[in-house]
């Protein structure tokens, strides 16, 4: 004679996710945002390096860049921002002449700046929405002194 056990557990399933720091569930309103912007995510550090040397978005939509400095220098030391220049703006003359601009936290008055962030340090982040320009590429660079020569990147409009 044989006898056979059955054992049916009543109760809720529970699921237990693990998140490493990041949400990765989007609610639909994120997900048509990701639709109707570009999203940007750009890292610098305290070695004067962005981690991206080549930007795309597509031209008519919105861009939202953050900016965030994976470092800890503070930013009187090794700060850096997001500087997005027009078409045909020689490098060299706008980082010599954003250089002498700490007032304004290396930001010049100039009809070259199409967008930029604020000036940050190690451990800090910001973000930025502009309109993407026409459809070319643009460079982008960190005006901070003397970091514009390895700081810098193509953002290509499509």
């Known amino acids: 004679m044989s006898l056979l056990f059955v054992f049916v557990g009543c109760g809720e399933k529970k699921e237990e996710k693990k998140e490493e720091g990041f949400q990765v569930s989007r609610t639909k309103k ?9 999203v940007i995510a750009l890292s610098s550090n305290d070695l004067m390096q962005f981690d991206k040397s080549e930007l795309k978005v597509t031209a008519g939509k919105k861009v939202t860049l953050t900016l965030r400095h994976t470092g800890k220098m503070d ?3 090794m700060g850096h921002n997001f ?5 045909g703006t020689d490098l060299a003359d706008f980082a010599a002449t954003a ?3 700490r007032e304004t936290e290396y930001i010049p008055e100039s009809d070259a700046i199409l ?9 800090e982040s910001t973000s930025i929405t502009f ?8 460079d982008y660079l960190c005006s901070f002194p003397g970091h514009y020569g390895v700081m ?3 953002l290509i409009v499509e």
């Open 30 to 38: 994120e997900e048509k945002k990701e639709v109707d912007e570009n």
């Open 75 to 77: 930013k009187m030391v």
């Open 83 to 87: 500087v997005l220049l027009a078409a």
């Open 99 to 101: 250089a002498v601009a």
């Open 115 to 123: 967008a930029y962030t604020k000036l940050i340090g190690g451990g």
């Open 131 to 138: 309109d993407a320009p026409a459809a070319g590429t643009y």
């Open 152 to 154: 810098q990147g193509k």
